[in-house]
Structures are given as structure tokens and as C-alpha cells.
């Protein structure tokens, strides 16, 4: 965390300072404002602070400060190769950053709406499900899932799927997500690993059922002769594979609604088709680098025999409402007989 502070937050500072006065990059007296950050760091994750300022700060200055890390970094190596005066790489730093900037928090406000077909042998008739995931409401105001939902009306869909951090705040209302009680269709929920960190969760995963969202918690659900399994992130990588065996019926189409993806390749024998989120698809690049050397499956559709998962990059951004290199999607599935 000290280095992350320092990377992203304190860094670019010295990198500007030294492209105008052409200092040195690094300085001793870098350690304070570290310090300092590092402190703010310590005291958000590990108290869960809810102090907008101090949020805002945080969230903002990790994306702003990656883009800004970045735009340095190449500027002057650019300002290197052509000799380029520092004020000027300076000045067309600035410009480059305050672009991305704009860019990453137009794009965020974005929402596609990405059509995925299947076809098996299992299924009768076709079927439609609206499946979404990361909404992050708390990261984003309940506005986003507003317009989320305004999207939604608009298809036509059978079921809608969530799968997990719909919400990741401690100063989060339930009123916050009373948008999803304008859908009107049945809703299916899992927790993803957000949820688990809001403190008294349960009361609030209790009241769902006001808004027609019937939560899953490692249970199984039948919608028309398909079996949705619905497994909760709160346990272990095991406990989640355990859970899809015990749930999987040989004789119907099998979906897996989970947070994560880990457990895909555990399970695959006994899944039709897995949705996941979590990922962000990396939300901005370049973190998306370091998300695929953690999960073999960051984002897209991925097969292996008669089995499917599906990778979203969320409907909602963590941290910064900030994105480049992914969007905020909605998928709509439909499942087609052979």
C-alpha cells in the first residue's frame, strides 16, 4: 500500500516538477507526502470510512494518478527520443492527461448492451435473460443503476441475473436500489465479494425480496426446465466447486450464476453456461495487465466442449467512475434449441 501510494499519488508530482525544472525524478522528500497518502490509504480500507471527501480523494487520485503516471512516463520518453524542450512535454502532458480524464469519465457513463446466442441440445424453446454484474452502488451514486434499469425496460428478457457487488459501501440505503422494483420480471441474486465487506449485508440481502430479487445462496432455482445455480462468493474457491456439484441435474440446461470465475475450470463438466463478473475487464488500462495475471478469464465468451462462460466487464465502475480500454455492459442472453 506504501508503494502504491507513492507510485500513483506521489510520483507523477515529481515527474511533472522534474519534466518543467528538469530536477531529478526522485527526491528524499517524497517520503512525506507518501506517508501521508499511505495514512489516508490505512485509515479508508481499514476503518471503512464513508467521509466523501476522503473517498473521492482516494478513488479519484488512483485514477487520475494512473493516467497520469502513465502520460509521464511516455511524454518523456518521447520529449527523450526528440529532444523535445521539458516545458513542452510538460504542457503536452498536461493535455494528454487532461484528455484521458475526460474521456474515462464520459466513457463510464456509458452503458452498452452486448447480445450473447447459445444453442444446446437441452433446451426447448428459446429463452432470453438480462444478466448484469459490479454495479457498485456506493461507488456510483443510485442514479447509475436508474439509468441501468431505464436499459433494461427497453429489452425483452425472461429472467434478470446479477451477479454480485450490486453494492459496496457501508453508507449504502436500500433505497438506493429500489430502481430494480420497476422491473418487471423475476430477478436472481448472488453476492459477490463486496457485499461481504459492507458491515450488517445480511439485513440488508433480507429486505430484497421487497423488490422481487430472490437472493441465491448456494441453491438452485428452476426457470422453466433450466437450472440456475446461484453460488455466494462469501466461502472458499472448494466450498463454491462443492456447491455446483451437489446443485447440477443432469436432465436440464444448467446455468451457474457466480461473482467470480476461479471455479470454471473446476467445474465445466457440469455447467451449460457460467456468468461471472468481477473483473472490470481490467476498468483502466493499463490495470487490466495486472487483473490477467491473477484470473486466466478476464472478459469475453469462452468455451470448452458443450460448456460456456461468460465474462462480463460490469455494469458499474469500482473506485473511480473512470474507464478506458472497457465499458459498463448490459448482456442479453438468449438460449436457442438446436
Given amino acids: ?19 518543467f525544472t528538469k530536477n531529478d525524478v ?44 502513465m502520460s509521464l512516463l511516455v511524454m518523456m520518453s518521447v520529449g527523450s527520443a526528440l529532444s523535445l524542450d521539458g516545458n513542452v512535454a510538460g504542457w503536452l502532458a498536461i493535455g494528454t492527461l487532461a484528455a484521458l480524464t475526460a474521456y474515462c469519465i464520459f466513457n463510464a457513463k456509458r452503458i ?3 447480445k450473447l446466442t447459445l444453442t444446446s441440445d437441452k433446451l426447448t424453446e428459446i429463452r432470453h435473460l438480462a444478466f448484469i454484474s459490479d454495479v457498485h452502488v456506493g461507488s456510483n451514486p443510485p442514479g447509475h443503476l436508474k439509468r441501468i434499469c431505464d436499459q433494461l425496460r427497453k429489452l425483452k428478457f425472461n429472467s434478470l441475473l446479477i451477479a454480485g457487488d450490486l453494492f459496496d459501501s457501508s453508507d449504502f440505503h436500500f433505497e438506493d436500489i429500489a430502481a430494480l422494483g420497476t422491473i418487471d420480471t423475476d430477478i436472481y441474486f448472488v453476492t459477490g465479494n463486496h457485499e461481504g465487506y459492507v458491515k450488517g449485508f445480511e439485513t440488508q440481502l433480507a429486505r430484497f425480496h421487497e423488490l422481487n430479487i430472490r437472493v441465491l445462496e448456494n441453491e438452485a432455482s428452476d426457470l422453466d426446465g433450466i437450472n440456475l445455480i446461484g453460488i455466494s462468493d462469501q466461502q472458499s474457491i472448494l466450498a463454491r466447486s462443492e456447491a455446483v456439484e451437489r446443485l447440477y441435474r443432469s436432465d436440464s440446461y444448467n446455468i451457474v450464476l457466480v461473482h ?17 463478473g468481477h473483473t472490470h475487464n ?37 473506485g473511480p467512475r473512470m474507464r478506458l480500454g472497457s465499458r459498463n455492459e448490459i448482456v442479453l442472453v438468449e438460449l436457442r434449441p438446436v
Avoid: E
Avoid at 266 to 274: E, F, G, I, S, W
Avoid at 303 to 314: D, P
Fill in 1 to 19: 500500500m506504501f508503494v502504491l501510494a507513492y507510485l500513483i499519488y506521489v510520483l507523477p508530482f515529481f515527474l511533472m516538477h522534474a519534466l
Fill in 26 to 69: 526522485f527526491n528524499p522528500a517524497a517520503i512525506f507526502p507518501t506517508s501521508v497518502v499511505f495514512v489516508l490509504l490505512r485509515l479508508y480500507v481499514t476503518k471503512g470510512l464513508t467521509n466523501k471527501v476522503l473517498k473521492g480523494f482516494i478513488y479519484y487520485g488512483m485514477g487520475v494518478g494512473l493516467l497520469a503516471l
Fill in 112 to 114: 452498452a448492451v452486448k
Fill in 260 to 276: 467470480q470465475p476461479s471455479i470454471w475450470d473446476k467445474t465445466r463438466n457440469k455447467v451449460d453456461l457460467m456468468l461471472c
Fill in 282 to 318: 481490467g476498468q483502466i488500462f493499463p490495470f487490466s495487465l495486472i487483473v490477467r495475471l491473477h484470473f486466466r478469464y478476464v472478459y469475453g465468451l469462452f468455451n470448452n466442449g458443450a460448456s460456456s462462460l461468460y465474462v462480463s466487464s460490469g455494469a458499474g465502475c469500482w
